[in-house]
């Protein structure tokens, strides 16, 4: 893997995919406030790890859009981005980080899923065909959205965490809503996703963007743009417009969430002016409500007010086990030794930082 690095494409973009970004559009109608990672010193965050995970199996590839693999054919391109990424803004700017893996998902997004992964067969057709055709620009903008999550990804990640002594949560069912339940209860400071969700299921905080020196990719038009990290908070949102949480859903619902399809026609701005001057879906005019039969509302509306959360979980680091990762990256997934030492000496430095702070607040 080491022999490759320089022709890895390897910068930590974020990506939006327009048409296959998860989760459902708020963006026309949310209010962010844009930070620096220095805003963010110091701060602890629950991560959306599939969400994560996603990003960097979608941009850490090859320049012919193949993701980064050992020789076992084990693909590898969301360590590297776990890993270097992780270790950074834990030790470079002191922010907290603590990954929530999604669990068994409600039934009703079962449809969405199948629509994603009708669009990964899509743009895997699409990448092969520009590769026979040596049109690399198009194979690699095709090749960022066929990424899938496998158990193997998945145990690899969590490996690489335990590893680090990083902590992470196995959440029952969607891995926003545990991420809003720990923000909710003030274990950590915000959320962090690309998807506003976690704001659906109650964060009173979402970061959006943690991204080191991130681009946003725009596949269906070839570029790319700088992105910085953006706070949007709950409360201000509300009172800004003006209405709950619960009408916030129904807006959403409006929309199309990934439990629902929506109402046809309708976008984030009009569905919000529709729920403020009718207060909730019930009481829509009937040409609208008609767009809307068969979606379960009601159930969908539970999903994100009594979402299955769990509090067996510790927030607390783990030792960092020096001689298992070795092993594990450059023994088993072929890293580079001196790249995997450099995020060692992040850990150490980082753990001799936190029990020297540990004991100054002992010692007070």
Known sequence: MASVSKRII???YTIYLAGFSLGVNLTPIMIKKILTLNDLRGRSLAVDANNTLYQ????????????LQDRS???TSQLAGLMFRSTRLIHDYRVSLVFVFDGVPPQLKNKEIAKRQSQRAKATREWEEALRSGDFAT??????????????????SKQLLRLLGIPFV?????AEAQTAYMALKGEVWAANSMDYDSLLFGAPRLVRYLTISGREFLPSKGIARPLKPE?????KLLIQYQITREQLIDVSLLIGTDFNEGAKGIGPKTALNLIKQYGKLENLP???RSKMVGQNVEEV?????????????????GTLQEEELIQFLCGQREFSKSRVQTVIERMKKFHVGKKQTELKKWLR
């Open 10 to 12: 390897f910068s930590f």
């Open 56 to 67: 960097f199996l979608a941009l850490i590839r090859m320049p012919n859009g193949m993701p």
């Open 73 to 75: 054919g084990n693909i």
């Open 139 to 156: 194979a690699f903008s095709k090749a960022v959205m066929t990424s899938r999550l496998t158990k193997s990804i998945i145990d690899d």
């Open 170 to 174: 196995e959440a029952p069912s969607e």
């Open 231 to 235: 706070l949007i908070d709950l409360k």
């Open 286 to 288: 009937n040409e609208t």
């Open 301 to 317: 509306r539970k999903i994100f007010l009594e979402p299955k959360v769990t509090e067996s979980y510790s927030l607390g680091y």
